[in-house]
């Protein structure tokens, strides 16, 4: 069965930094397209990041240089480094394999605030 199960989030001050992690189960991550994304409240989900199968990745032009998005093949995760946090970065994240019909995960939540 395939799972993938978000980690990492939480509550910090502008500027700041998180890790946030996606665990696979039940498929090997790094045969596949990978893909972060965010709901903000009242706002529709969103690609922030994602990591192809042979590794280019592509990110959304407001994170730029903030987010980086890797794999840990060992692990079977796919992690999303988040720097120099903004209050405009507060939303659910996701992961996603296999696009908008594909598996996600349940979410962690971010939030940027003073």
């Known amino acids: 069965q395939v799972q993938l199960v978000e980690s990492g989030g939480g509550l910090v001050q502008p500027g700041g930094s998180l890790r946030l992690s996606c665990a696979a189960s039940?498929?090997?991550?790094?045969?596949?397209?990978i893909g972060w994304f965010r709901q903000a409240p009242g706002k529709e989900r969103e690609l922030v990041a994602r990591?192809?199968?042979?590794?280019?990745?592509d990110y959304l032009d407001s994170v730029k240089g903030r987010f980086t998005i890797s794999r840990d093949n060992a692990k079977n995760t796919v992690n999303l480094q988040i720097k120099i946090l903004k209050p405009e970065d507060t939303a659910v994240y996701y992961c996603?394999?296999?696009?908008?019909?594909?598996?996600w995960g349940q979410g962690t939540q971010v939030t940027v605030s003073s």
């Open positions: 996603n394999v296999g696009g908008p019909d594909g598996s």
């Open positions: 039940g498929f090997t991550l790094d045969y596949y397209t």
């Open positions: 990591i192809s199968r042979n590794g280019f990745t």
